[in-house]
């Protein structure tokens, strides 16, 4: 889809959250991925956090972001799977007014073409929380790419048409 370079670019303040019990700062390369990512094409990270595979640490943190006014958005990675310990889209579930079906969907199409059938272990998902945007993507580096070279980097530029999501985010928290 077309960017439209005669419109101004909106830089939109992301927090990074990697959902994992093993990474840390130093090993996290699906974080360090996305913030690469979102800083090439012009975003702020507002904030990064890793936390423990938990429904509850999990809603703390999303709320806190959520609840902050420097936060538009919150990318997740990691937590996504079908395993017990897998709870990403259950902490989301807890926070979201809105889901955002068509991100799932969409995501492991996408991934389809990568990593086929196997996409169908993904719960990639998304919503939106008090007019904030949470999109949460599997923990691997080549998920991160698809999700954001594939959805993410067009729906986050204000320039992208025909529509984006940060066209929206003012309308967010309409009654």
Known sequence: M??????PFTPV???????????????????????ALLGDAGHE??????VKDDVPALVAQLTAWIDDPQVDCIISTGGTGVTGRDVTPEALDQVAEKLIPGFGELFRWLSYATIGTST????ACAGV???????????????????????????????????????????LRER
């Open 45 to 50: 990270m507002a904030a990064r956090a890793i």
């Open 129 to 171: 929380a008090r007019g904030t945007y949470i999109f949460c993507l599997p923990g691997s580096t080549g998920a991160v790419k698809d999700g954001w070279n594939g959805i993410l980097k067009d729906q986050l530029d204000s320039r992208h048409r025909p529509c984006n999501f940060v066209e929206l985010m003012p309308r």
């Open 120 to 123: 169908v272990q993904s719960r």
């Open 2 to 7: 077309p960017i439209d370079e005669t419109l």
């Open 13 to 35: 303040r992301i927090a990074v959250l990697t959902v994992s019990d093993t990474r840390t700062a130093a090993d996290d390369r699906s974080g360090d991925t996305l913030v």
